[in-house]
């Protein structure tokens, strides 16, 4: 089945620095998700890519879609502590369902 | 305009007992998805369903897991005889006819296998 492999697997940073997380498929995807997830709640959609090279910007996040659509980047500036959590890759998985990577966990230090 | 509401959000149950997990879908959404997170893992699919009719529960463990989405009421996760391995949050999300990914998660519920 597909996989997806994010890194890093965890990140320490302090408020105000800029971060970027990654994640690789082993197959071509045409679509790209970015979600979000909190301490104890469901993950929360971020950003959607539907275009090889696309560029989508959600306020201080921002997300590429690869031009070998094999892989995504997702970047945060200006960190600020909200910005804690664990932020997933998803992609199609077949039919409607989504493959999912393992995730990225942020920690924000104020 | 409520989201994906999922009840309980704790659950604990002894190896040996059922466990129902209950989903209600966001107002005008006809299509419900359940998946499972293990402790520090991704969100692996496990089902996928539309109004009366199960569309694709290719993640589904082959034994006594079952999964339901009737044409009144919520839908319904159920695992019956439970074991330890089956303590995991379990997310439902859903989504209208017309969007295929993106769609909108529950807060989960928790299962705890004592």
């Known amino acids: 089945g597909q996989q997806l492999n994010q890194s890093p697997q965890s990140m320490f940073i302090q408020e105000g620095e800029d971060v970027s997380m990654n994640c690789t498929s082993s197959?071509?995807?045409?679509?790209w998700l970015w979600y979000k997830q909190d301490p104890g709640e469901g993950p929360v959609l971020l950003i959607a890519?539907?275009?090889?090279?696309e560029l989508t910007s959600n306020g201080r996040l921002t997300a590429q879609f690869g031009i070998t659509r094999k892989d995504s980047f997702l970047n945060i500036s200006a960190s600020i502590p909200s910005d804690v959590g664990i932020y997933f890759c998803?992609?199609?998985?077949?039919?409607?369902?989504?493959?999912f990577g393992e995730g990225t966990q942020l920690t924000v230090n104020p | 305009n409520a989201g994906v509401m999922q009840n309980p959000r704790h659950l604990v149950r002894r190896r040996g007992q059922e466990a129902r997990l209950r989903c209600s879908p966001m107002?005008?959404?006809?299509?419900v998805y359940w998946y499972r997170q293990l402790p520090e893992e991704g969100l692996k699919f496990m089902v996928y369903?539309?109004?009366?009719?199960?569309?694709?529960e290719s993640g589904m463990p082959k034994e006594r897991f079952s999964a339901e989405f009737p044409k009144e009421g919520p839908s319904i996760l159920r695992i019956q005889q439970v074991v330890r391995g089956d303590s995991a949050a379990y997310f439902c999300?859903?989504?209208?006819?017309?969007?295929?990914?993106?769609?909108?998660f529950g807060s989960g519920t928790r299962l705890t296998v004592v």
């Open positions: 999300a859903s989504s209208p006819p017309s969007q295929v990914y993106g769609y909108t």
């Open positions: 197959s071509i995807f045409n679509t």
């Open positions: 890519l539907y275009k090889a090279g």
């Open positions: 998803a992609g199609p998985g077949g039919g409607s369902r989504l493959t």
């Open positions: 107002k005008g959404h006809s299509h």
């Open positions: 369903l539309q109004k009366e009719n199960i569309i694709d």
